[in-house]
């Protein structure tokens, strides 16, 4: 691990430890921490099998496979 690895390891785990996550201190304290448990469950009846980005990485995987 290089020196810049390293930093970046120590960085996330002194930002990143209150929360069963790893979303940063700050996040999870003023946005995410007090609504966490209201938000499960919010997007159980979202399918990503139509949006614009299923459909990208879809043609990107069969372009994939006409070069294999």
């Known amino acids: ?3 810049l690895d390293k930093m ?7 930002t990143q430890d ?7 201190n700050r996040v999870w304290l003023t946005n995410l ?3 966490w448990k209201k938000l499960k469950g919010y997007q159980d ?4 099998l139509s949006s614009p980005e299923f ?6 995987l ?3 496979c ?3």
């Open 18 to 24: 209150n929360n069963p996550f790893d979303v940063n």
């Open 8 to 14: 970046a390891v120590n960085y996330a785990e002194n």
């Open 62 to 64: 069969n372009f994939f």
């Open 45 to 48: 009846k979202v399918s990503y």
């Open 33 to 35: 921490g007090p609504r």
């Open 55 to 60: 459909t990208d990485f879809q043609a990107l």
């Open 1 to 3: 691990m290089n020196t």
């Open 66 to 68: 006409s070069k294999s």
